[in-house]
């Protein structure tokens, strides 16, 4: 594989959801992006624009409706046998709700060392010492073990979760929120956590966000996506510092700043309405109804994405 060549690469990947005869949920819309190995790029949009989709069409959990996820180079889709449970060592996924993902009935021990019996030859004992070696790892210990997930608070179970992820020696990880549903205080031990494993074991990482806060120190290049498409995508310090579409501007104009004087020379944009409905949607900017900035003809037209500088991208008929 070349430099440049990148490990992940999502090419114009659809999947819909059809809800009935006539009703199609366009979750995931002609979405394309690359991931270099070694960085993390951070995914950030509202509730419902197709961030657990995307992540989850990225570990197979979904078949796409059309499109293509290459994997240094191979499409995933057509993998015979072997290669589909080493993609699946390889890329793993740590899911957004801690509480819902991990079976309430089973112990630690057996969370984390249950990927190892797939895709390893462990003896007993050297199970049960990888599985401590994890546990450490992610800042638990022996007494957790033979503990049961439901007797963990949320930060513990992602770590349970990160724990179970690391366990099969991925070098790939969707992070599907996951900091989003613990406490603020224990958030930034876990993003830290994350970053200090990622220098550690090489790791490359896709990690998804509802804000763009969460993402910023963690980020080499953030993508953001609205209604199932991506309007921006832009290396870290450029989005933050240079954003160019309308509902990347929103979506930093609401980040609180601890200086107060920053704060009142800081442009808020107000957003006009709900997010609208990703069923049916018909042509035109998907963002045109709580967009400040709309022209007449974003209602009918769709922007394309436009190359602004390099590695910056955008799509909105004012750029
Ligand atoms: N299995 C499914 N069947 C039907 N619709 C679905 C399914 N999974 C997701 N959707 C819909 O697809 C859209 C995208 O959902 P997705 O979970 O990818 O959003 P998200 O960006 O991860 O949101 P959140 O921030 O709330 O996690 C939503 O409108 C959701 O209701
Ligand atoms: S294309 Fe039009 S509606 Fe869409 S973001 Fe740009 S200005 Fe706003
Ligand atoms: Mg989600």
């Known amino acids: ?3 440049k060549t990148p490990m992940l690469s999502v090419q114009d990947l659809c999947k819909y959801f059809h809800l009935g005869r006539h009703l199609e949920l366009k979750a995931v819309d002609h979405v394309s992006f690359d991931i270099f190995q070694g960085e993390t790029v ?5 509730s419902g624009c197709g961030k657990t989709t995307t992540g989850r069409a990225i570990v197979k959990l979904h078949e796409p409706t059309s499109g293509k996820i290459l994997y240094r180079g191979s ?4 993998q015979n046998k072997a290669e589909r449970l080493e993609y ?3 890329v793993q996924m740590i ?7 991990l079976n309430s009935r089973m112990t630690v021990s057996e969370i984390v060392g249950e990927g190892m019996k797939i895709h390893g030859q462990y003896s007993k004992k050297q199970q049960e010492d990888r599985v401590l070696e994890l546990l450490q790892k992610v800042g638990l210990g022996r007494d957790h073990m033979s503990r049961f997930a439901h007797e963990f608070s949320g930060g513990q179970r992602q770590r349970i979760g990160i724990a179970r992820a690391l366990s099969v020696n991925p070098e790939f990880i ?3 929120e ?4 613990l406490d603020v205080s224990i958030q930034a031990q876990v993003i830290n956590m994350l970053k200090k494993l990622q220098e550690e074991l090489g790791l490359t990482y896709l990690f998804i966000a509802h804000d763009l806060s969460v993402v910023r120190y963690i980020s080499d290049r953030v993508i953001v996506m609205y209604l199932g498409g991506i309007v921006e995508e832009a290396p870290a310090d450029e989005l933050y510092r240079n954003p160019q579409h309308p509902y990347t501007k929103v979506l930093l104009s609401a980040i609180p700043i601890a200086d107060p004087d920053k704060i009142r020379s800081k442009e808020r944009i107000a957003i006009k309405g709900e997010i609208p409905s990703p069923i049916n949607l018909g042509d035109g ?3 045109a109804d709580r967009c400040p900035y709309a022209l007449e003809r974003c209602k009918s037209e769709t922007p394309q994405m436009k190359e602004l500088a390099a590695g910056h991208r955008a799509a909105c008929h004012l750029l």
């Open 1 to 3: 594989m070349s430099e």
């Open 42 to 46: 951070g995914l950030v949009g509202e």
């Open 95 to 101: 899911f957004q709700n801690p509480y819902a993902s």
């Open 285 to 287: 900017c998907r963002f």
């Open 88 to 90: 699946c060592g390889n």
């Open 75 to 78: 499409d995933i889709f057509k």
């Open 178 to 181: 996951p900091v989003s549903a």
């Open 174 to 176: 969707v992070c599907d």
